[in-house]
């Protein structure tokens, strides 16, 4: 599997995490002119590129349709270029190219297209999730001032900012001829602004900065051999501190190195089974090269059960519930190898968790695990056992934001609510896209009546922001010595009860936090010396489970915060939050220049947003500053 490393893809990433901090991205475009009616109008072609590889780059190609009026009508776009050298495209993501080419140089690992001046194709819709990244997939269509986007991977290339040699001669058939493109130009680093527009970063954010190692890491341990190949229990740990896999779960897949089949499995299950028509009598459970496996619902019978299983994928996090951050599974492998020097382990691993966002690295053989006695007296070992890890980011699954943050004080009436449209806008013309909880014919028939909907896309409450999450930060209190705070997460989605949800919220007063009334607590500290970030979850049995929208949709609790004279005050906006997640996604906050303000202080109102934002763009400084 050595040989396996510059091809696959999710390695990248974990070197990534490595270089990333040098910020070592950069775009260029090329653009080409076209005269009409709208005299600016072009098509820009825009290559970032996210992650340096052992041997080339990881690049997100984006094209951008900015013409006034024309379309990019089926069937699509096709563009093509030449490398500069010996490049070749190890893969793609999102699109393919149209040609594979002489890849005789390649054995082993056979890149995607090794062709001089490749030809590159949008995937169609219906391509499956994990082979898709935003604003792919739609057939080369592209409408006026839309975008269509695919990841590409990059070989035999230079992997510095001073190595890599653009590609020259782009075409573009758009369908068919009439561009023409200019010369590609390297371009200041693109700025990926945040869903909250109040943060930028210059490359792929292959990690969070509140959560640096956090990982999901899936563990095989082969326990035995069988005569034609193994048994190994499967188990896949959630490492991070507050990202949790809420229904509907998990779904891994891997493809198999050579020719395995899963004869059975115990506490999961494949989704297909795929073409066994070679076996007869003894039928396997799955035959696919690239197996797709789920977790078993609750209540499947004992006998096909084993430790940890069967909670239809859902996965706790680390610190909220570390007894519920792990789920296994045992598979029986067929045609495969027999001993430890013969088993191929798997490759191309993906994990949705649900949907995408975590990228998994290679499949690396480790010190077999030991395993203790019930008694703790005994210890049994592994035949063998390999580690594949997993992270996620935010930037690659690109969800919309779920989440906004509104702010009040007893010091001013003002409530700044969510920002309007934070998560959608009410579409009037079409009175179904939200629930108006008056009209209650309407909700009940809308609404699941027991709950059991495949359909997970958010029903929401009608409201300026149409979020399915809102956290309200009300400033309560003051006293000589404490200042408290009363916090209240109310669900809008009709569609949706979190169990066990999280909340992270980053303010510098959390060095000080002196009582939280009917939350957990724990304080995150991702960089040693400051301690700013708090993760708060629901109390077991009595307000962990955030029911769905309505009377009862909603938990909240308070704060007591101990005064430091030097740095506490209430004026331009130091009371409120910095930054708040909810299990996991980013809720976005008001624009700092809404927040409430002490009274008679009018002329403050601009210092406060300056300041304001200058204290993020300090933490900002640090997190890149200090990693
Ligand atoms: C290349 O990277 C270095 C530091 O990593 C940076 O200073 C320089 O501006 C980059 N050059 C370009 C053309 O982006
Ligand atoms: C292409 O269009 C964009 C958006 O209108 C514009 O900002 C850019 O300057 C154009 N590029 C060229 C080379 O005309
Ligand atoms: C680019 O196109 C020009 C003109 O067609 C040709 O002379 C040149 O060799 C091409 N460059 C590459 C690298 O293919
Ligand atoms: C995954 O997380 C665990 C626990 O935090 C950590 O020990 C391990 O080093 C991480 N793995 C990677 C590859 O970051
Ligand atoms: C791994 O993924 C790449 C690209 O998606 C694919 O071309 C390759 O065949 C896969 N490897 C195996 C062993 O299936
Ligand atoms: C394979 O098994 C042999 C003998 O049991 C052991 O010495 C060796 O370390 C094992 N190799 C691996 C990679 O586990
Ligand atoms: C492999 O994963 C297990 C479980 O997550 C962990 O305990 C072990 O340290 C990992 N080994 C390596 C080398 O990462
Ligand atoms: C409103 O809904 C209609 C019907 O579904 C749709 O055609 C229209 O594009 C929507 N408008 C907006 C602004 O989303
Ligand atoms: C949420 O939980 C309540 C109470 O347990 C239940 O009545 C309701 O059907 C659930 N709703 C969903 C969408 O699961
Ligand atoms: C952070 O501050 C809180 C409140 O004073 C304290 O309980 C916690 O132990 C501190 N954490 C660290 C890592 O210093
Ligand atoms: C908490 O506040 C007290 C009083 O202001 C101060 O002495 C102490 O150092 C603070 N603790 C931390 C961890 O900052
Ligand atoms: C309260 O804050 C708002 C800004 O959010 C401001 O417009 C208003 O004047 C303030 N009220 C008082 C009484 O100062």
């Given at each position: 599997m050595?040989?396996?490393?510059?091809?696959?893809?999710?390695?990248?990433?974990?070197?990534?995490?490595?270089?990333?901090?040098?910020?070592?991205?950069?775009?260029?475009?090329?653009?080409?002119?076209?005269?009409a009616?709208?005299?600016?109008?072009?098509?820009?072609?825009k290559?970032?590129?996210?992650?340096?590889?052992?041997?080339g780059?990881?690049?997100?190609?984006?094209?951008?349709?900015?013409?006034?009026h024309?379309?990019?009508?089926?069937?699509?776009w096709?563009?093509?270029?030449?490398w500069?050298?010996?490049?070749?495209?190890?893969?793609?993501?999102?699109?393919?190219?149209?040609?594979?080419?002489?890849?005789?140089?390649?054995?082993?690992?056979i890149?995607?297209?090794?062709?001089?001046?490749?030809?590159?194709?949008?995937?169609?819709?219906?391509?499956?999730?994990?082979?898709?990244?935003?604003?792919?997939?739609?057939?080369?269509v592209?409408?006026?001032?839309?975008?269509?986007?695919?990841?590409?991977s990059?070989?035999?290339?230079?992997?510095?900012?001073?190595?890599?040699?653009?590609?020259?001669?782009f075409?573009l058939?758009?369908?068919?001829?009439?561009?023409?493109?200019?010369?590609?130009?390297?371009?200041?680093?693109?700025?990926?602004?945040?869903?909250?527009?109040?943060?930028?970063?210059?490359?792929?954010?292959?990690?969070?900065?509140?959560?640096?190692?956090?990982?999901?890491?899936i563990?095989?341990?082969?326990?035995?051999?069988?005569?034609?190949?193994?048994?190994?229990?499967?188990?896949?740990?959630?490492?991070?501190?507050?990202?949790?896999?809420?229904?509907?779960?998990?779904t891994?897949?891997?493809?198999?190195?050579?020719?395995?089949?899963?004869?059975?499995?115990?506490?999961?299950?494949?989704?297909?089974?795929?073409?066994?028509s070679?076996?007869?009598?003894?039928?396997?459970?799955?035959?696919?090269?690239?197996?797709t496996?789920?977790?078993?619902?609750?209540?499947?019978?004992?006998?096909?059960?084993?430790?940890?299983?069967?909670?239809?994928?859902?996965?706790?996090?680390?610190?909220?519930?570390?007894?519920?951050?792990?789920?296994?599974?045992?598979?029986?492998?067929?045609?495969?190898g027999?001993?430890?020097?013969?088993?191929?382990?798997?490759?191309?691993?993906?994990l949705?968790?649900?949907?995408?966002?975590?990228?998994?690295?290679?499949?690396?053989?480790?010190?077999?695990?030991?395993?203790?006695?019930?008694?703790?007296?005994?210890?049994?070992?592994?035949?063998?056992?390999?580690?594949?890890?997993?992270?996620?980011?935010?930037?690659?699954?690109?969800?919309?934001?779920?989440?906004?943050?509104?702010?009040?004080?007893?010091?001013?009436?003002?409530?700044?609510p969510c920002?309007?449209?934070?998560?959608?806008?009410?579409?009037?013309?079409?009175?179904?896209?939200c629930v108006?909880?008056?009209?209650?014919?309407?909700?009940?028939?809308?609404?699941?009546?027991?709950?059991?909907?495949?359909?997970?896309?958010?029903?929401v409450?009608?409201?300026?922001?149409?979020?399915p999450?809102?956290?309200?930060?009300?400033?309560?209190?003051?006293?000589k010595?404490?200042?408290?705070v009363?916090?209240?997460i109310?669900?809008?989605?009709?569609?949706?009860?979190?169990?066990?949800?999280?909340?992270?919220?980053?303010?510098?007063?959390?060095d000080?936090?002196?009582?939280?009334?009917?939350?957990?607590?724990?304080?995150?500290?991702?960089?040693?010396?400051?301690?700013?970030?708090?993760?708060?979850?629901?109390?077991?049995?009595?307000?962990?489970?955030?029911?769905?929208?309505?009377?009862?949709?909603?938990?909240?609790?308070?704060?007591?915060?101990?005064?430091?004279?030097n740095?506490?005050?209430?004026?331009?906006?130091?009371a409120?939050?910095?930054?708040?997640?909810?299990n996991?996604?980013?809720c976005?906050?008001?624009?700092?220049?809404?927040?409430?303000?002490?009274?008679n202080?009018?002329?403050?109102?601009?210092?406060?947003?300056?300041?304001l934002?200058g204290?993020?763009?300090?933490?900002?400084?640090?997190?890149?500053?200090?990693?």
């Amino acid at each position: 599997m050595g040989s396996s490393s510059t091809r696959s893809l999710p390695k990248v990433t974990i070197c990534c995490i490595a270089v990333l901090l040098f910020l070592s991205c950069f775009s260029f475009t090329t653009t080409e002119a076209y005269d009409a009616v709208d005299p600016n109008g072009n098509i820009t072609i825009k290559w970032d590129v996210i992650s340096w590889t052992p041997d080339g780059y990881v690049a997100v190609v984006t094209l951008y349709n900015f013409q006034k009026h024309r379309p990019i009508r089926a069937p699509g776009w096709t563009l093509g270029w030449s490398w500069a050298r010996k490049e070749v495209i190890w893969s793609m993501v999102g699109a393919q190219t149209t040609e594979q080419g002489d890849c005789s140089r390649y054995k082993g690992n056979i890149p995607h297209s090794c062709k001089k001046t490749p030809t590159v194709v949008d995937r169609l819709p219906g391509t499956p999730y994990n082979q898709q990244i935003a604003n792919c997939c739609k057939g080369g269509v592209v409408a006026p001032n839309d975008v269509s986007s695919f990841q590409i991977s990059v070989g035999a290339a230079g992997n510095t900012n001073r190595t890599v040699k653009l590609p020259v001669n782009f075409t573009l058939l758009a369908p068919g001829p009439g561009y023409t493109c200019g010369f590609a130009k390297l371009v200041k680093p693109t700025l990926f602004i945040t869903p909250d527009g109040r943060r930028t970063t210059r490359a792929l954010k292959a990690y969070d900065p509140l959560d640096p190692n956090g990982n999901i890491t899936i563990k095989w341990d082969v326990i035995s051999w069988t005569p034609d190949g193994y048994v190994a229990v499967v188990t896949l740990f959630n490492f991070q501190q507050y990202r949790h896999i809420q229904a509907p779960g998990w779904t891994l897949g891997w493809s198999w190195a050579k020719k395995e089949v899963i004869w059975s499995m115990v506490g999961a299950q494949t989704t297909e089974q795929g073409d066994c028509s070679r076996y007869k009598g003894n039928v396997p459970h799955c035959c696919k090269k690239t197996p797709t496996v789920v977790d078993l619902l609750p209540g499947t019978p004992y006998n096909q059960q084993i430790a940890n299983c069967c909670k239809g994928g859902v996965i706790n996090s680390f610190v909220q519930d570390p007894s519920n951050a792990a789920s296994s599974f045992q598979v029986s492998v067929g045609a495969a190898g027999t001993t430890n020097k013969t088993v191929r382990v798997p490759r191309n691993f993906t994990l949705l968790a649900p949907g995408p966002g975590y990228t998994c690295g290679p499949a690396k053989i480790v010190k077999a695990t030991k395993f203790f006695t019930q008694d703790g007296r005994r210890t049994t070992q592994a035949m063998m056992t390999w580690n594949v890890t997993c992270t996620y980011s935010q930037f690659l699954a690109q969800k919309t934001p779920s989440c906004c943050v509104s702010l009040s004080s007893f010091y001013n009436d003002t409530i700044v609510p969510c920002p309007t449209c934070t998560c959608g806008c009410q579409n009037t013309s079409h009175p179904g896209s939200c629930v108006d909880p008056n009209n209650a014919p309407h909700l009940a028939s809308v609404v699941p009546a027991n709950g059991k909907t495949t359909n997970l896309a958010p029903l929401v409450q009608c409201t300026s922001h149409m979020c399915p999450i809102r956290v309200h930060w009300h400033v309560k209190l003051n006293y000589k010595e404490y200042w408290r705070v009363k916090v209240t997460i109310t669900n809008f989605n009709y569609r949706m009860n979190y169990s066990q949800w999280n909340l992270v919220v980053q303010h510098p007063n959390f060095d000080n936090l002196t009582q939280i009334f009917s939350f957990n607590y724990k304080s995150l500290t991702p960089y040693e010396a400051i301690n700013d970030t708090a993760m708060l979850w629901g109390v077991k049995f009595y307000n962990d489970f955030l029911e769905q929208a309505g009377q009862y949709g909603n938990v909240q609790s308070e704060l007591l915060f101990r005064k430091d004279k030097n740095t506490f005050t209430f004026d331009k906006g130091w009371a409120f939050p910095r930054r708040i997640y909810f299990n996991g996604d980013n809720c976005v906050m008001p624009p700092p220049d809404s927040y409430p303000y002490l009274p008679n202080a009018s002329s403050r109102h601009g210092i406060s947003a300056a300041i304001l934002v200058g204290t993020l763009l300090s933490t900002i400084a640090f997190f890149f500053g200090c990693l």
